[in-house]
């Protein structure tokens, strides 16, 4: 019996220990390492972006369990353990760390480390205001990667609300207070007041205040919402959607997921393909590059989707000129 018990141990060792960890024993050479950092990754966000993300890297020539050594680590929310998951990352020296959920995985990192290279995605709008790089052509310390849109996204998402809602005068706005105060930019605020809106901001610290917050918005009389395009926002997007029909308040936020789920517009990048972008970083960074040379990349193309299944919900009816502006149209 004691013999059969160790064989089924060394069978179990055996298929334990991946062809990939035996080579690198073999060869005495320590195989490139990833680490991806995120909050939620087993959300249905996080398998579709990360999908496309590894399928790029293959594209490169690296695939997981052949010739990269992959660690991940995550954190239900961003309070939730995030530094100490981005303290094992260094811990186990990791070549370079893909930040994967946004301002709160690219700061816990930054907290964690400054030499191990960073590549951020979708965690940034002004990189240099917030002291993350030098410059975009050359970032200078061990962060680079791509930021999430320009400043004048917000702005232009008030213009779009505006469209679909001509007599806005009040828009709110819902931060996501977990990844640190509301600042909004001059471009956001000059475009406000030409538009004659007024921006009315909600911080939101968890899903359980979305409720809350849609009803105070509505007794603040806001006739439209800019909903932020956080992780936390992106797992709970449906929750949102619902809200905001319930209540009969237009919105629009950053990813198209949100107009899937039922917010009346998105207008912004694609996430998928940031973080298909992204593996191209890492690609480089494994290959040798260093993270201060490699240009911070800012997106140039954008896209609007209109739900007009949700416009009717609304009881909006949304005008033909800004339907001829929607790259997709939801019906």
């Known amino acids: 019996m004691a013999t059969r018990r160790a064989f089924i141990g060394v069978v179990a060792g055996g298929l334990l220990a991946s062809p990939l960890a035996v080579h690198a024993q073999q060869s005495g050479r320590k195989l490139p390492t990833l680490g991806i950092l995120g909050i939620a990754l087993g959300a249905p966000q996080g398998p579709g972006v990360l999908t496309g993300f590894f399928q790029a890297l293959q594209d490169l020539g690296w695939e997981e369990g052949r010739n990269l050594v992959v660690q991940r680590r995550n954190a239900e929310a961003p309070d939730e353990r995030l530094?100490?998951?981005?303290?094992d990352l260094v811990r186990l020296k990791v070549d370079v760390i893909l930040a994967a959920s946004g301002p709160a995985s690219l700061n816990a990192a930054r907290g964690a480390t400054k030499t191990i290279p960073i590549v951020m995605v979708a965690s940034s709008r002004d990189?240099?205001?917030?002291?993350?790089i030098q410059s975009y052509a050359r970032p200078g310390?061990?962060?680079t990667g791509l930021v999430t849109a320009p400043e004048e996204l917000t702005g232009k998402q008030l213009e779009l609300l505006k469209a679909a809602?001509?007599?806005?005068?009040r828009a709110g706005l819902l931060h996501d207070a977990t990844v640190g105060p509301l600042q909004l930019d001059t471009v956001t605020v000059d475009t406000a007041?030409?538009?004659?809106?007024?921006?009315?901001p909600f911080d939101v610290r968890g899903p359980e205040e979305f409720g809350g917050v849609v009803v105070a918005a509505i007794k603040?009389?806001?006739?439209g919402v800019i909903v932020a395009g956080s992780p936390m926002f992106v797992r709970y997007r449906q929750q949102v959607a619902e809200l905001l029909t319930k209540h009969r308040l237009p919105g629009?936020?950053?990813w198209r997921s949100f107009a899937d789920a039922g917010v009346l517009m998105a207008y912004g990048p694609s996430l998928s393909d940031q973080f298909r972008r992204a593996?191209?970083?890492?690609?480089?960074?494994?290959k040798g590059a260093r993270p201060g040379d490699l240009p911070v990349e800012r997106p140039t193309k954008f896209g609007l989707i209109v739900n007009l299944k949700t416009a009717k919900a609304l009881g909006l009816t949304i005008p033909p000129s800004l339907l001829a502006r929607a790259d997709e149209v939801l019906e």
């Open 279 to 286: 593996a191209a970083y890492v690609d480089k960074i494994l």
């Open 141 to 143: 310390g061990n962060i």
């Open 252 to 254: 629009i936020s950053v």
């Open 127 to 132: 990189p240099i205001g917030a002291g993350l």
């Open 165 to 169: 809602v001509p007599q806005l005068s």
């Open 193 to 200: 007041r030409a538009l004659g809106i007024e921006i009315v």
């Open 83 to 87: 530094a100490q998951a981005a303290s």
């Open 220 to 223: 603040e009389r806001v006739g």
